[in-house]
T-cell receptor, first 114, second 117 residues
Framework: AQSVTQPDIHITVSEGASLELRCNYS??????LFWYVQSPGQGLQLLLKYFSGDTLVQGIKGFEAEFKRSQSSFNLRKPSVHWSDAAEYFC????????????FGGGTRVLVKP | DGGITQSPKYLFRKEGQNVTLSCEQN?????MYWYRQDPGQGLRLIYYSQIVNDFQKGDIAEGYSVSREKKESFPLTVTSAQKNPTAFYLC????????????????FGPGTRLLVL
């Protein structure tokens, strides 16, 4: 069965500083990987996704993520954080062999200091 | 505007009562999903449907039921058998179909918060 781990429950970062959110997955074949962002009381918005090809993926709002097969990781990065980036971030893995279902990590809540 | 709507935004359930959460999409997506979100636990899959008149249990289906009579609608009923229903419920859809190519980008509705009185 596939699984996703987001080791950091909370991260606090100063506005203008860089941000990196960690995501590790477990799956026997090549996974399909996603990052979503959730503002309080809202649904999830897709930031970016990796299906195949270039392992460095660009997303919306200035985010990028890098797929590293050897480390089973798909970490999310942003060079300079804005106050509006304060939210909860979820990593997810999908697999066709698993009935096209997504498995989500527990989420990382990001707080941005002025 | 294409998208997914969920209603109501807040729902209160009394002891022993069944309640139904609505999810409608006008994206012409084949597949629809229901997730439950609890603090610190991410999202857990309750039920999903890849085509009209067909659905499968997810990881935590006990105490829930669904129907998929129309492509655009996937209502979730929280039955009295669900002893801890307080949570945030999210509906999603994707263009995945049984015969189609893999397309796992799921798009989410705004959610319904269910509270027990």
């Amino acid at each position: 069965a596939q699984s996703v781990t987001q080791p950091d429950i909370h991260i606090t970062v100063s506005e203008g500083a860089s941000l990196e959110l960690r995501c590790n997955y477990s799956y026997g074949a090549t996974p399909y990987l996603f990052w979503y962002v959730q503002s309080p009381g809202q649904g999830l918005q897709l930031l970016l996704k990796y299906f195949s090809g270039d392992t460095l993926v660009q997303g919306i709002k200035g985010f990028e993520a890098e797929f590293k097969r050897s480390q089973s990781s798909f970490n999310l990065r942003k060079p300079s954080v804005h106050w509006s980036d304060a939210a909860e971030y979820f990593c997810a893995v999908g697999a066709k062999a698993a009935g096209n279902k997504l498995t989500f990590g527990g989420g990382t809540r990001v707080l941005v200091k002025p | 505007d294409g998208g997914i709507t969920q209603s109501p935004k807040y729902l209160f359930r009394k002891e022993g009562q069944n309640v139904t959460l609505s999810c409608e999409q006008n994206l012409n997506h084949d597949a629809m999903y229901w997730y439950r979100q609890d603090p610190g636990q991410g999202l857990r899959l309750i039920y999903y449907s890849q085509i009209v008149n067909d659905f499968q249990k997810g990881d935590i289906a006990e105490g829930y039921s669904v129907s998929r009579e129309k492509k655009e609608s996937f209502p979730l009923t929280v039955t009295s058998a669900q002893k801890n229903p307080t949570a945030f419920y999210l509906c999603a859809s994707s263009s995945t179909g049984l015969a189609g190519p893999f397309q796992e980008t799921q798009y989410f509705g705004p959610g319904t918060r269910l509270l027990v009185l």
